[in-house]
């Protein structure tokens, strides 16, 4: 246990116990069995690339005028890209960023958050700062690390515009997730007419559509209970692909390895000029799906991850583009469906068959994606509130979210039947993929300077190589919007003003609770009982804020003709992490002297943390932590009196009760007692002038209407060791638990000023106001019952 203190070094050292320990090495068997799992997970959708590569690379004028010299372009093209992207850049350099074993465009963000003031993100503002950002033992910092820093922290429009840039990519990552299922099963179904030329593209396409419906119809089953299928599946397709590929490299054209020289990139660019150029939007599609062994690092190992990339996916795929290249130049024809044309006619329908589960699983793995992402945004307070099951109690990351499901299988439906072929998709998907990839090199290169310390020439060095590069590529890509390039760019542009308006409308509404928060005075001068009449058990009053009490307290007051006998301010934080140890969730303060009975909890979430579907497991912790934080408050020395906290609301990190094991003895209510009885003993207990003993009340006669067995661990060998204002509060906390919990919150309405501008009218009394209409309130969200919760209005005017 460890109290918030006013120093720095003290927040640190009670918040950050989980990210100053050193991580274990996994053993080789861990190693080896991450890296067979992360072959269904990670690599489904770089994996089936082959499937339409070549022929959305021969496009226009350079598919007319087709050579088996620009065939040796495009494949040394291919292996220079592979070589670049996936394996120097993601498997060397930038899983090495990872965030606590995390990764994705939200791990780096929150990794350069805790290491500089940058977060603009709700319940991370200067106000509660020290409660909301675990922070990293930081190296020594260089001079020009600090530059970089403090230019950043110093100007707000800095800030800002690195949270755009962050939900920029985190768009594009939920339009691949709409694109990837379209482009991977149409590709794999098109293989029919290889066989069938004589079958209709509309048989096709409707094939297509029912695999993708019942495909987004499973997704609620989890994938852990499907998951089992996929890492077979991947590796038998690559093992396919690659042997495929080195059959055709044998029979056709051994000889097309000398294209994996650089030379001929040059000679291509050379020979073909403005169409080579144009070209690079289908050969970016070779790496669709590198972003994923960075984002899904949390599920698997770094060391797996780079296991099956360099000595199962690397060679598999390049052996496969070759194995196409040499069948291609020898049958310029072919470029339609050029992968299913290069199969050989004894194993097509084998590899039909493999290529089209391998699509499936590809788009499982981006669906799984985008759900988590979206998870990610809503917990720090950029995306609507909607539904999240978890679909696995084991892992984390498996998610299921409805809304978003559905609307995601519209969209690939409406795609899929109004473009009917994978060039104008691939157009669509190119662009997703190389502005994902180029948020993530510009977010890398700050970590170099502002997390690794690493001087601003090697960011620099790494930026301008990358970028450029992908910079070339989304110039090619950008070239196309016009054929199907501009679908990403309006869903991310849907996407982004929904996540925005939100953000800045929950950001304005918390600051209006942070400036009209009621004074201790105000508090104070109510006495004991608040002015009203106190009646039994816990009220929890569900606020944003972690210092002062919340205006809305106020309205509960003036409203309502009592209150509970125990009170608590409860704050639900997403903090920049992906997890939180249970022992470091909940931060507990006392609000004014003891004998108001007043608290305030804290509880700390990460953005990949469930806050559970059980109501009741949730006030059992929460009492749990109060009453550790009574035991311990007198008898620590370095938790402050109860007089200091009611000023300046300090609070101390609660967790180490976990239970009534946790202790030898205990304090509890009758096992069972009748209505009548238990009746009596509240009014006692409430009316009387002194406490009465508490006793186990048995009567054969007696109808049993109520049981309880609800127990408080002690931090004594002995009940009647502890003293008695501490016996005091704590039997008055187990009366107010099995009197019951009540659940206040604010039904707010959020409104701009008349003094506004009409853009900020716009934004926030039509869209903003739209977009919580039509969410799920805050109370579903976090689960509460609605038997339990009341429910005040109050209107904002931000």
Same mark, same amino acid.
């Given at each position: 246990?460890?109290?918030?203190?006013?120093?720095?070094?003290?927040?640190?050292?009670?918040?950050?116990?989980?990210?100053?320990?050193? $991580?274990?090495?996994?053993?080789?068997?861990?190693?080896?069995?991450?890296?067979?799992?992360?072959?269904?997970?990670?690599?489904?959708?770089?994996?089936?690339?082959?499937?339409?590569?070549?022929?959305?690379?021969?496009?226009?004028?350079?598919?007319?005028?087709?050579?088996?010299?620009?065939?040796?372009?495009?494949?040394?093209?291919?292996?220079?890209?592979?070589? $670049?992207?996936?394996?120097?850049?993601?498997?060397?350099?930038?899983?090495?960023?990872?965030?606590?074993?995390?990764?994705?465009?939200?791990?780096?963000?929150?990794?350069?958050?805790?290491?500089?003031?940058?977060?603009?993100?709700?319940?991370?503002?200067?106000?509660?700062?020290?409660?909301?950002?675990?922070?990293?033992?930081?190296?020594?910092?260089?001079?020009?690390?600090?530059?970089?820093?403090?230019?950043?922290?110093?100007?707000?429009?800095?800030?800002?515009?690195?949270?755009?840039?962050?939900?920029?990519?985190?768009?594009?990552?939920?339009?691949?997730?709409?694109?990837?299922?379209?482009?991977?099963?149409?590709?794999?179904?098109?293989?029919?007419?290889?066989?069938?030329?004589?079958?209709?593209?509309?048989?096709?396409?409707?094939?297509?559509?029912?695999?993708?419906?019942?495909?987004?119809?499973?997704?609620?089953?989890?994938?852990?209970?499907?998951?089992?299928?996929?890492?077979?599946?991947?590796?038998?397709?690559?093992?396919?692909?690659?042997?495929?590929?080195?059959?055709?490299?044998?029979?056709?054209?051994?000889?097309?390895?000398?294209?994996?020289?650089?030379?001929?990139?040059?000679?291509?660019?050379?020979?073909?000029?403005?169409?080579?150029?144009?070209?690079?939007?289908?050969?970016?599609?070779?790496?669709?799906?590198?972003?994923?062994?960075?984002?899904?690092?949390?599920?698997?190992?770094?060391?797996?991850?780079?296991?099956?990339?360099? $000595?199962?996916?690397?060679?598999?795929?390049?052996?496969?583009?070759?194995?196409?290249? *040499?069948?291609?130049?020898?049958?310029?024809?072919?470029?339609?469906?050029?992968?299913?044309?290069?199969?050989?006619?004894?194993?097509?329908?084998?590899?039909?068959?493999?290529?089209?589960?391998?699509?499936?699983?590809?788009?499982?793995?981006?669906?799984?994606?985008?759900?988590?992402?979206?998870?990610?945004?809503?917990?720090?307070?950029?995306?609507?509130?909607?539904?999240?099951?978890?679909?696995?109690?084991?892992?984390?990351?498996?998610?299921?979210?409805?809304?978003?499901?559905?609307?995601?299988?519209?969209?690939?439906?409406?795609?899929?039947?109004?473009?009917?072929?994978?060039?104008?998709?691939?157009?669509?998907?190119?662009?997703?993929?190389?502005?994902?990839?180029?948020?993530?090199?510009?977010?890398?290169?700050?970590?170099?300077?502002?997390?690794?310390?690493?001087?601003?020439?090697?960011?620099?060095?790494?930026?301008?190589?990358?970028?450029?590069?992908?910079?070339?590529?989304?110039?090619?890509?950008?070239?196309?919007?016009?054929?199907?390039?501009?679908?990403?760019?309006?869903?991310?542009?849907?996407?982004?003003?929904?996540?925005?308006?939100?953000?800045?409308?929950?950001?304005?509404?918390?600051?209006?609770?942070?400036?009209?928060?009621?004074?201790?005075?105000?508090?104070?001068?109510?006495?004991?009982?608040?002015?009203?009449?106190?009646?039994?058990?816990?009220?929890?009053?569900?606020?944003?804020?972690?210092?002062?009490?919340?205006?809305?307290?106020?309205?509960?007051?003036?409203?309502?003709?009592?209150?509970?006998?125990?009170?608590?301010?409860?704050?639900?934080?997403?903090?920049?992490?992906?997890?939180?140890?249970?022992?470091?969730?909940?931060?507990?303060?006392?609000?004014?002297?003891?004998?108001?009975?007043?608290?305030?909890?804290?509880?700390?979430?990460?953005?990949?943390?469930?806050?559970?579907?059980?109501?009741?497991?949730?006030?059992?912790?929460?009492?749990?932590?109060?009453?550790?934080?009574?035991?311990?408050?007198?008898?620590?020395?370095?938790?402050?009196?109860?007089?200091?906290?009611? $000023?300046?609301?300090?609070?101390?990190?609660?967790?180490?009760?976990?239970?009534?094991?946790?202790?030898?003895?205990?304090?509890?209510?009758?096992?069972?007692?009748?209505?009548?009885?238990?009746?009596?003993?509240?009014?006692?207990?409430?009316?009387?002038?002194?406490?009465?003993?508490?006793?186990?009340?048995?009567?054969?006669?007696?109808?049993?209407?109520?049981?309880?067995?609800?127990?408080?661990?002690?931090?004594?060998?002995?009940?009647?060791?502890?003293?008695?204002?501490?016996?005091?509060?704590?039997?008055?906390?187990?009366?107010?638990?099995?009197?019951?919990?009540?659940?206040?919150?604010?039904?707010?309405?959020?409104? *701009?000023?008349?003094?506004?501008?009409?853009?900020?009218?716009?934004?926030?009394?039509?869209?903003?106001?739209?977009?919580?209409?039509?969410?799920?309130?805050?109370?579903?969200?976090?689960?509460?019952?609605?038997?339990?919760?009341?429910?005040?209005?109050?209107?904002?005017?931000?």
């Amino acid at each position: 246990m460890s109290v918030v203190s006013d120093s720095n070094a003290a927040q640190c050292s009670c918040s950050c116990r989980n990210l100053q320990t050193p $991580l274990l090495q996994p053993s080789i068997a861990v190693v080896l069995t991450l890296a067979y799992q992360s072959l269904g997970v990670v690599y489904g959708d770089l994996s089936v690339s082959p499937l339409y590569v070549f022929q959305s690379t021969f496009l226009g004028d350079l598919r007319n005028s087709v050579t088996d010299e620009y065939i040796y372009g495009v494949l040394s093209l291919i292996f220079w890209t592979l070589t $670049l992207i996936p394996l120097i850049k993601y498997v060397i350099i930038v899983l090495s960023a990872d965030d606590n074993g995390e990764g994705g465009t939200f791990a780096l963000y929150s990794l350069l958050c805790r290491h500089a003031k940058l977060s603009s993100i709700l319940n991370q503002q200067s106000a509660d700062m020290e409660l909301s950002i675990y922070r990293l033992v930081e190296p020594p910092e260089t001079p020009r690390g600090r530059t970089v820093r403090k230019l950043l922290e110093k100007h707000r429009i800095l800030r800002t515009g690195l949270l755009i840039i962050v939900l920029l990519g985190t768009c594009m990552v939920i339009g691949d997730g709409v694109l990837t299922p379209s482009i991977s099963v149409l590709s794999a179904i098109s293989g029919i007419s290889v066989a069938a030329p004589q079958l209709h593209q509309n048989i096709v396409i409707l094939v297509s559509c029912i695999i993708l419906v019942l495909l987004f119809s499973l997704q609620h089953i989890g994938t852990r209970r499907i998951s089992f299928l996929f890492a077979p599946i991947v590796l038998t397709w690559l093992f396919c692909n690659g042997g495929i590929g080195l059959y055709n490299l044998i029979a056709y054209n051994p000889s097309i390895v000398r294209a994996l020289s650089p030379y001929y990139t040059f000679k291509f660019f050379k020979v073909s000029g403005r169409d080579g150029w144009i070209s690079l939007g289908g050969v970016l599609l070779c790496v669709t799906g590198s972003e994923a062994m960075y984002a899904d690092l949390g599920h698997f190992c770094r060391r797996s991850i780079k296991a099956v990339f360099i $000595l199962i996916v690397y060679p598999s795929l390049l052996l496969g583009y070759m194995g196409q290249a *040499a069948y291609l130049s020898k049958n310029l024809d072919d470029l339609d469906s050029a992968f299913f044309r290069s199969v050989p006619k004894p194993v097509f329908w084998p590899v039909f068959i493999t290529a089209t589960l391998a699509s499936v699983v590809g788009s499982q793995a981006v669906i799984s994606a985008t759900f988590s992402i979206v998870r990610q945004c809503q917990a720090l307070g950029c995306f609507p509130w909607v539904k999240v099951v978890h679909t696995s109690n084991s892992i984390y990351g498996q998610v299921y979210i409805p809304e978003v499901n559905w609307i995601m299988l519209i969209l690939s439906l409406s795609i899929t039947v109004g473009f009917k072929s994978t060039i104008e998709i691939g157009n669509a998907y190119g662009i997703a993929v190389i502005v994902v990839m180029l948020v993530t090199t510009f977010l890398t290169s700050l970590v170099i300077v502002v997390v690794w310390q690493r001087s601003i020439f090697v960011a620099c060095i790494f930026l301008l190589i990358y970028g450029s590069v992908e910079s070339l590529y989304l110039s090619s890509a950008l070239f196309k919007v016009p054929q199907g390039g501009w679908v990403p760019l309006v869903l991310v542009g849907i996407l982004m003003c929904i996540m925005y308006m939100w953000h800045y409308g929950t950001t304005k509404k918390y600051k209006f609770d942070l400036q009209n928060k009621v004074s201790m005075k105000w508090l104070l001068t109510l006495g004991p009982s608040l002015g009203v009449v106190r009646v039994p058990g816990i009220g929890l009053i569900f606020t944003e804020l972690v210092t002062g009490v919340p205006a809305i307290f106020s309205h509960f007051v003036t409203n309502l003709p009592a209150f509970h006998q125990v009170l608590v301010f409860v704050c639900m934080k997403s903090v920049a992490v992906p997890f939180v140890p249970p022992n470091e969730r909940y931060l507990v303060g006392r609000v004014g002297p003891r004998d108001y009975r007043m608290y305030r909890c804290v509880v700390r979430y990460g953005y990949k943390d469930s806050t559970g579907n059980d109501d009741s497991e949730f006030e059992n912790q929460l009492v749990f932590n109060l009453a550790e934080f009574i035991q311990t408050e007198n008898s620590a020395p370095w938790i402050p009196s109860s007089s200091e906290m009611s $000023l300046d609301g300090r609070m101390t990190v609660m967790g180490t009760v976990t239970g009534s094991t946790a202790s030898k003895a205990s304090l509890s209510f009758p096992v069972s007692e009748t209505r009548s009885e238990r009746v009596t003993r509240i009014m006692q207990t409430f009316c009387g002038d002194s406490f009465q003993s508490f006793k186990t009340v048995s009567s054969p006669c007696a109808t049993l209407d109520w049981q309880a067995n609800f127990e408080i661990p002690l931090f004594v060998e002995h009940e009647n060791e502890i003293d008695s204002e501490m016996r005091k509060e704590l039997i008055d906390l187990i009366e107010a638990k099995e009197a019951g919990v009540a659940y206040l919150m604010g039904h707010s309405f959020v409104k *701009a000023k008349k003094s506004s501008s009409w853009l900020k009218k716009f934004a926030i009394n039509f869209v903003y106001t739209f977009l919580r209409r039509n969410c799920r309130e805050p109370a579903m969200a976090f689960h509460i019952p609605h038997i339990s919760l009341l429910e005040v209005g109050m209107v904002y005017y931000v």
